[in-house]
C-alpha cells in the first residue's frame, strides 16, 4: 500500500508543506518570507508571525496540488529542530494538533540530517539515481557546514563540521558588506556568473575535515576597506569580480577538505545538501572534480536544496517504515542536538 506523508516545515523563515507519495513529490509548496528583506536578515519574532499567518494556507494548497484531502495521508512529519525557537513551535503544534485530530502518526525529523535526504527524492516522470551507502554528504547550510558520513538513512556521522560561521552565512556576510539584499548567497551567485575570481583573500589552515570561515570574512572585509578607501567608488565598479572571487574562495574551502575526506575514508559516492549546493559556481567545480577524483556525485534539484517539506516527508517516509513515532509532548530543539 501507498504512503501519503504531509511533511511541514517552519524552521527559519520558509513556511513550506510537502506531500510525497512514498518517495514521490506530489506537491511541495513554499512561502518565503519577504518581510526579513528590509532588515537584511532574519527576525526571529516576525518570521514567528508570519508562519502563523502561513500555515493554514500553505498545507491546504500542499494538500490541494497533490490531489488529495487529508484523510488520505497515512502520516505526519514535521522539523523538531534545529532553527528557532519561536519558529519551530507553529509548524510542531500545527503538526502535532492535525495527527491528533486525524488519529495518524507523527514522526519527528531533524532538519540538518533531511537536507542530506533530499537526494531520496523522487520527481514524477524523471529517473534520478539515488547514493549507495556509505556515502559522504556535504551539507552547506545557512546555519551548518558539515561532512557527514552517511551509513544508511538513519545514521550519520559528522566527521568535520565549521568551527565558526557556515558556508552560507559567509555568503551572505559577504553579501552585506557588498550591499547586497538579504539573502546574499543567491546574488553573490548571479554576480559571480559575470565576473573572474581575480581577488584573493587568506585561506583558513584547520585540521581534519573542519571548516573556519571567520577568517576569509575578516579578510574580505579589510580588502573592501582598504579597496574603497583609494576609489570610492570600487564595489560598484567590480562587484562581479568581488562576487567571483567570494564565491570561489568559499568554494576552494569547501572541496579542499572533501576530497580530503573522500581519500582518507576511501568513499566514492559523494552527495551535496543544503542552500549552498544551489550554488552554481559549486555545482560545476563539483562535477568537476567528480569527473577527476571518479566519484558518483549526487546534487538535489535546485529547488530542492533550499529549506522545503518535501525532505522533511521523505525523511518521515523513512522513519515510518521503522514504526519510529514522535510523541505529542516532544519539545523543539535550537541546536542541533542528535545526528537523525
Ligand atoms: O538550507 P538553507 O535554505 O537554510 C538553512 O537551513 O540554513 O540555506 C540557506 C543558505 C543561505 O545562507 C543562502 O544565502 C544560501 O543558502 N544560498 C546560496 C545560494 N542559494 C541559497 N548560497 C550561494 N549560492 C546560492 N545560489
Ligand atoms: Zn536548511
Redesign the pocket.
Known amino acids: 500500500m501507498d504512503d501519503y506523508i504531509l511533511g511541514i516545515e517552519s524552521s527559519?523563515d520558509d513556511t513550506s508543506a510537502a506531500v510525497i507519495k512514498n518517495t514521490e513529490i506530489l506537491s511541495n509548496v513554499i512561502a518565503s518570507q519577504k518581510v526579513h528583506a528590509e532588515y537584511g536578515g532574519v527576525i526571529p519574532e516576525l518570521a514567528s508571525r508570519a508562519h502563523q499567518q502561513n500555515i493554514i494556507p500553505v498545507v491546504d494548497t500542499a494538500l490541494k496540488y497533490a490531489k488529495i484531502t487529508k484523510k488520505d495521508l497515512t502520516a505526519i512529519a514535521y522539523t523538531r529542530g534545529p532553527g528557532l525557537l519561536g519558529s519551530l513551535l507553529v509548524g510542531t503544534s500545527f503538526a502535532k494538533a492535525l495527527a491528533y485530530s486525524l488519529e495518524i502518526p507523527l514522526i519527528e525529523v531533524d532538519?540538518i540530517h533531511s537536507?542530506t535526504m533530499a537526494l531520496f527524492l523522487d520527481k514524477p516522470n524523471e529517473f534520478k539515481s539515488h547514493p549507495k551507502f556509505p556515502f559522504l554528504c556535504l551539507t552547506v547550510?545557512?546555519?551548518h557546514t558539515q561532512i557527514v558520513l552517511v551509513k544508511d538513512y538513519f545514521t550519520m556521522e559528522i566527521i568535520g563540521k565549521t568551527i565558526d560561521d557556515a558556508a552560507?552565512?559567509t555568503?551572505?556576510k559577504a553579501a552585506k558588506m557588498l550591499g547586497f539584499p538579504y539573502?546574499?548567497?543567491?546574488n553573490?551567485?548571479n554576480y559571480a556568473r559575470e565576473g573572474q575570481p581575480v581577488y584573493t583573500f587568506s585561506k583558513a589552515h584547520i585540521p581534519d575535515f573542519n571548516f573556519s570561515f571567520s577568517g576569509l570574512k575578516t579578510s574580505i572585509l579589510y580588502f573592501l576597506r582598504d579597496e574603497l578607501k583609494k576609489d570610492s567608488k570600487f564595489i560598484e565598479k567590480h562587484k562581479q569580480d568581488i562576487a567571483a572571487s567570494v564565491q570561489k574562495a568559499i568554494i576552494d574551502a569547501l572541496l579542499k577538505k572533501l576530497i580530503l575526506a573522500a581519500k582518507r575514508y576511501e568513499i566514492h559516492e559523494i552527495g551535496v545538501a543544503?542552500?549552498?549546493s544551489?550554488?552554481?559556481g559549486l555545482r560545476s567545480r563539483l562535477k568537476q572534480v567528480a569527473e577527476e577524483e571518479k566519484w558518483n556525485l549526487y546534487m538535489p534539484d535546485k529547488d530542492l536544496t533550499?529549506?522545503n517539506a518535501a525532505m522533511i516527508a521523505i525523511m518521515g517516509y523513512f522513519k515510518l517504515q521503522q514504526h519510529d513515532f514522535g510523541q505529542l509532548d516532544a519539545v523543539p530543539y535550537t541546536r542541533q542536538e542528535k545526528s537523525n
Not at 183 to 186: A, D, E, L, T, V
Request: net charge negative; charged share 15%.
Open positions: 527559519c532538519h537536507h547550510s545557512g546555519g552560507g552565512e555568503f551572505d539573502p546574499g548567497g543567491p553573490i551567485d543544503g542552500g549552498v544551489a550554488n552554481s533550499t529549506d
